[in-house]
């Protein structure tokens, strides 16, 4: 008996597939092994010439016709498929970012700008030197020879090398001093914040520190100008107008004479209160530049003078935002650094200089 394809039932069964598999199970139920369209081309040998000649015609247009038909479904299919991927897949970039308030300034960074900036309007440039330093510009330079007392005043670490010129981690700024004098010119008038380091560690110590060196050198320059650019610069970075400081005789062999500088403070329900007050607190190293140190540094000391002070930026910090324990600044607690930090938004420059 003959089977009769109808093209248009075909097209619609295979228009109704919906994936790759029930395309598949078409294409096996007419062009298989045992598909339809196969087994009627088989039996075509089993008729007389004349129909074999018209039947072949008929079935292989079939069979040209399915296999158009499945071929053009199934790149259809595909196609979706990969679009469909694609969809599921995309990445929407419009997302709000994070909440910015996960990340805060350091109290330290935050110090070192408010001080660069005040510096920076009385036109202090920012100069900086390497962590490890030579012997000669930590020590020798700045009228510390060997065997002077003053460099165990300073808990040095020494790194060792087969070096002539030993190596340490700078127990201060003030080679950057040196590197200064010696590769430019006066007038010279720069500050030097950076890490510095002692082998030394309680509440008020850490054996990694952050000070903030200044250099002025010139023709002219006097210790009452010194004095003044450090009133004006204590009084904008606390904040308070009038602030009680006194300037008391020192020792650094690096300048002569030499002073350090104290503000009051009074401590008021175990909490101190700084500006005022009957007690005095140690804030800052100061004075005229050695004039040894400014022949040590190829400096003319009889056409130019100098002077020079150098602050802990962790001791400022303590006392400004009231932080007790100088370790915690280098503990990386996420829950102190969200009480102590600064939001990044926050400006810096309510100076009023
Ligand atoms: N370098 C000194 C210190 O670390 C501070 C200082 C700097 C003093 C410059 C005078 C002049 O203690």
Known sequence: MKL??????????????????????????????????????????????????????????IKNFIEQEIFEKRNYLNKKKIDEKIQNEKIDVTLPPRDYLTGKIHPISQSVDKIINIFSQMGFNVADGPDIETDFNNFTALNIPENHPAREMQDTFYIHTDEKDPKVLRTHTSPVQVRTMMSTKPPIRIIVPGRTYRSDSDSTHSPMFTQCEGL????????????????????????????????????????????????????????IKIGDGEDWLEILGCGMVNPKVLEN????????????????????????????????????DFRWIENYGFNPFDLNSKSGI
């Open 216 to 271: 002025f050198v010139d023709n002219k320059t006097t210790m009452s100008e010194l004095k003044g650019c450090l009133i004006d610069f204590l009084k904008e970075f606390f904040e308070i107008k009038d602030l009680k400081y006194r300037f008391r005789p020192s020792y650094f062999p690096f300048t002569e004479p030499s002073a350090e500088m104290d503000i009051a403070y009074k401590k008021v329900n175990n909490v």
């Open 4 to 61: 009769t394809l109808k093209e248009s039932e075909i097209s619609q069964s295979i228009k109704q597939t919906s994936s790759i598999e029930e395309l598949e199970i078409i294409r096996i139920k007419y062009l298989g092994k045992q598909g339809l369209v196969t087994n009627e081309l088989r039996i075509l040998s089993s008729l007389s010439n004349e129909e074999k000649k018209n039947r072949g015609k008929e079935l292989n247009k």
């Open 297 to 332: 540094c190829n400096i003319d000391s009889k056409v130019y003078r100098g002077w020079a002070f150098g602050m802990g930026v962790e001791r400022l910090s303590m006392l400004k935002y009231g932080i007790k324990d100088i370790r915690s600044f280098f503990e990386t």
